[in-house]
């Protein structure tokens, strides 16, 4: 049985996520030097890896790495709020150099991609010029927003869904279609379809889209995709003892629910985790095996691509090997997500 089916089995069999859904308290790096210099420390050197391999930092992988920079941003500004004694100095400038290697990356990036994705870099590109900053108040999951997925589970198709996110950022009044909406908003979404459907609603608000549809707001979908991707994030925990298939996705969630201010997701084991899942001599985060192609056609966010006799078949669209065992996509969500855990450490 393919590690997904596996997953919707386990979510499916009635097992009561709800109650371990409750607010995240006590996680703050306010007093805790040695852990926010291994933050620190850890996010230098995932930068110094993508800086060595910049020609091989794909596009799904550098708007990561813009999403860091924006969000280093914010985290240079919750410090500051609380820096009346210049306690934080030191740790304000490893920030700061940290945004410089940031906005290289992203420099340096941009003509390699440009070539070796044209058409995937000329649809959705512009994301690279967009800031990746909301409204990141702290607050709760709201666990009635919760939704079992349905069975059978629906796809996302790649093609329609870069479509999508085309009109939210290449049109010269962004637009959210009724088609746009429902293939975006269909209930019982796991994994990475239901972050990729969180993706596509941060974009929208990025940009002040609103739908054709009345009485829907995109505002009110993050919500919900949080408090279902937060199950999940907890079951990866509980459940599934942060198997390295999930590990990935793990990260993902915590980097796009903190983004918006979901402290939930903000532990002193899940920084433990992330932190030793780490490459220390590379820099990188890595794998150890081959991705199981079955469970990636249905796990992952996939381009739809026609192969020569016209069939369609599903290609994993994010992950890219760098070296022997580095992983591009991991290595910038983990990065992704280590900001937010630096982020909410200071609020």
Not at 52 to 76: C, K, P, T, W
Not at 201 to 214: G, K, Q, T
Not at 249 to 265: P, R, S
């Amino acid at each position: 049985m393919s590690s997904v089916k596996v997953f919707m089995f386990l979510i499916l069999s009635g097992i009561n996520f709800n109650a371990n859904m409750r607010a995240a308290g006590g996680y703050s790096l306010t007093n805790r030097p040695k852990l926010t210099n291994a933050i620190l420390e850890s996010m230098k050197a995932g930068l110094w890896f993508m800086e060595e391999h910049v020609e091989s930092v794909n596009l799904d992988a550098l708007i990561g790495v813009r999403m860091v920079y924006d969000q280093l941003f914010r985290v240079r500004d919750v410090i500051k709020q609380i820096n009346t004694n210049q306690t934080y100095d030191e740790t304000l400038e490893k920030i700061a150099r940290m945004i410089e290697q940031c906005r290289s990356i992203i420099d340096s990036a941009i003509p390699h991609d440009s070539v070796n994705e044209p058409k995937y870099f000329e649809k959705i590109g512009n994301l690279l010029q967009t800031s990746w900053i909301f409204n990141d108040t702290p607050r709760s999951i709201d666990e009635s927003l919760f939704m079992k997925p349905t069975k059978p589970m629906r796809r996302i198709n790649e093609k329609q869904s870069d479509n999508c996110i085309g009109l939210l950022i290449n049109e010269p009044k962004c637009r959210i279609s009724k088609k746009c909406w429902d293939m975006m908003t269909f209930p019982g979404a796991i994994l990475y379809m239901l972050t990729h459907q969180l993706f596509y609603f941060l974009i929208a608000i990025m940009n002040d889209c609103l739908p054709d549809s009345p009485n829907s707001y995109p505002g009110m979908k993050i919500d919900e995709f949080c408090a279902n991707i937060y199950t999940e994030y907890e079951h990866i925990d509980k459940k599934l003892n942060f198997q390295l298939e999930y590990q990935d996705i793990f990260m993902e969630q915590a980097a796009f629910c903190g983004m918006v201010g979901y402290k939930n997701f903000f532990k002193y084991r899940y920084i433990q985790k992330i932190l030793s899942w780490q490459n220390k001599k590379l820099g990188c985060w890595f794998d150890d095996k081959s991705d199981d192609e079955e469970d990636q056609v249905t796990i992952s966010n996939q381009r739809e691509q026609e192969d020569r006799g016209g069939r369609s078949k599903r290609v994993k669209r994010e992950e890219k090997m760098i070296g022997d065992a580095c992983l591009c996509h991991k290595s910038t969500v983990a990065l992704a997500a280590l900001v937010q855990f630096l982020k909410h450490g200071f609020y």
